[in-house]
């Protein structure tokens, strides 16, 4: 392949998708784009997804398909990296095992790659388990990547991004995270690389699936240790927040926190909801011994008596001007 031609290593994690993944992996081979390695992690599926991908390697040799090593931690994130420091391609694309490339999806993109951008991202449409198209959705293009994704105002998934991989270093996936794994990386990802060049292309290029049965399913259960990854991005977004000195993003992660609070002392969860309490105090300044006081006392009667309309008022209308 001459430079115009540069290798693409596509890395897709799965567990038990093997009903899904043959849909993925055409569409791959389906790829105006020829000069691509798909790399298949598998995170320790029971299914037929071993039979499966011997089929498609035999198919075709650009196809790779690895387990997670059993030293790693389970999860996506441990398949996503591994995926990564198997690759050769000078881009990498991760992929979900359940989406579907359009047939210009990787190409499109590369021709978008000038010497100046590291990142090529691209807007697609939001299917159901039918594949029917629900949605398509589009990217403003003068964006602050960080503010505007860490708000939920840039719908960006694992699929949109086209990365050089030069540019990706050492800041990978968080290993121990185990749910809103795209939020945690992205959001770390844009805050730490704020001087990155990228350009959006408001053209659809991938399907993205939502499992919303699954999903309304999952969101009857409280499982507390999602609820503590979910709490451990909320507050590292907290952080960042307090030092960009963003009054927006301030009051916008304090009062999901406080909601994440009430959501653990109602299920229960009593060692999240205490770390949150705390935590919240410790970013009160020590001159503001009263407001410290103040977040004890309301979040403590949280504590005693539960959902009260009166208690989450008082503390969610402590936000901005308190955390200064």
Partial sequence: MSNNTPLVSIIIPTFNRANL???TLDSVLAQNYQNWECIVVDDGSTDSTDFLMEKYIAKDSRFQY???????????????NYGFELSKGEYIQWFDSDDIMLPNYLGF???QFLDNIDLVICTGNIIDNTNTILRTFNLPVKVNLYKDYALWQLEIYTPSVLFRRTYLSNDLFDENIHRGQETEF???????????KYTIVNVPLFCYRKHYQAKTEAGKKYRKDYRENLSFILKSNFDRALFLKDNQLISFYYKRLVKQFFKSVDYKH???????????????????????????????AYFLFGYRHFIRKRLLNMTVSHFK
């Fill in 66 to 80: 690895h387990h997670r090593p059993k030293n790693r931690m389970s999860g996506g994130n441990a398949a996503r």
């Fill in 109 to 111: 993109r590369v021709e």
């Fill in 186 to 196: 992205f959001t770390r990802f844009f805050f730490n690389n704020k001087n990155t």
């Fill in 270 to 300: 009593y060692k999240n909801s205490i770390q949150i309490m705390e935590y919240l105090i410790g970013k009160l300044e020590h001159k503001k011994f009263f407001l410290k006081v103040k977040l004890i006392f309301w979040g403590s």
């Fill in 21 to 23: 993944l043959p849909e």
